[in-house]
């Protein structure tokens, strides 16, 4: 999400994994080159062009993506919506998961991969590096059927083009041993007030990104402060958030970026509350541990993924195939239903197992989806518009992670 269209092998630094790269792409304090971009995030991508026709598939592609996403039956034989394409396409699909969004973009980095299943808090990196090329929606014929408020967002669209499928979508839950804290919380607070009965016994997401989180709960305790974007702060915003994860550090137990490390956590009772995606409470609740969540009074961050397809991928015809199936009604409901998300394909909700899971999961329900703020890279021009003062780009978030966490 911060990378540069300019001097791009010399700012790759394995440091901040790109974190100035979009940042001269958009303009740094010390560029003239500072006006945002007609499709409102103030870079212009490198000038790459999607492909114009399908050819004969290459025998492979090769799969970056988040934990679940891509599921062969390795982990669980009822778990597999790959062998099928597979056998399907002649399209063998090696996988390789990753983390956290600063993992993914430093190994989309290396060339390796095809696709990529990014969050909103890669895509835009990927795109100003020119990792990542525009995608011929014409040629992913199940791309018709995604739910419109998902398409040609900020995060996954520059200038009304299109640089992936939208997959999946979710909250950043708020999730809670039922046994351990009450009454059942309904605020942020219960992880970010000092006086929190909790300490020491609070889990929280390990990544640049979530600065958001505290942005988004000042938001609404502190509105004198002006945030309207969580991912859009100025000096004084950017060090209120700062200072309220300074001050939440040492209530923290753990920070996780595997969420199997934290489902572990909960069920062990060495975290009773943190933020959570909904498959590590589906997963801690199926292994026994009492657990719950909610989607808190301010709202809260999420996910909205994107498959995107590398920039130096030889395997065009098979990432393409993969595209289009990965948003197929069946394997859509059966990534969705295991993640623990709303798919992007509404036709999904009448394969999945559960029938009641696009009603759990709010598919379609634009109203819900607006009450999340979605990853984006922050960049130096601000994201909600303001014109009068800069922002703080991802390279200054993920300095300021690094002093929090000590």
Known sequence: MKNRKLALAGLLGAGLLGAGLLVAACGTSGSSSTAAAPGGQGFTPPKLDALAQLGQPEGQVNV???????????????????????????CKVNVKAFGTSDEAVSLMKTGQYDVISASGDASLRLIASG????????????????FDFLKNRPWNSVDNVSYGVPHGWGANLLTWRTDKVTPAPTSWSVMFDANSPYKGKISAYDSPIYIADAALYLQTHKPELGIKNPYA?????????????????????????????????????????????????????????PVESVLPSEGATGWSDTWMVGAKSPHKTCSYKWLNHIVSPKANAQVAEYFGESPSNP????????????????????????????????????????????????????????????
């Open 233 to 289: 702060l100025d000096d004084k915003q950017f060090q209120a958030a700062v200072d309220l994860l300074k001050q939440q550090r040492p209530m923290v137990g753990e920070y996780w970026s595997d969420y199997l490390k934290e489902s572990q956590a909960l069920k062990s009772g060495d975290a009773v509350v943190g933020t959570a995606w909904q498959v590590t409470v589906n997963l801690t609740k199926s292994e026994g541990a």
């Open 131 to 146: 990792d990542v090329e525009p995608v011929n929606t014409a040629l992913v014929p199940n791309y018709a059927d995604v």
């Open 64 to 90: 970056l993506a988040w934990p679940g996403y891509a599921e062969n039956g390795s982990n669980d034989p009822a778990v597999d919506w790959v062998t099928g394409f597979e056998k399907e396409t002649g």
């Open 347 to 406: 036709k999904a909700c009448a394969e999945t197992k559960d029938k009641k899971h696009c009603e759990t999961y709010h598919a379609g329900d634009a109203a819900y989806a607006s009450k999340i703020q979605y990853w984006t890279t922050p960049i130096t021009q601000c994201l909600d518009g303001r014109t009068d003062v800069k922002c703080k780009d991802y390279g200054e978030w993920t300095r300021a992670w690094t002093e929090i966490k000590g």
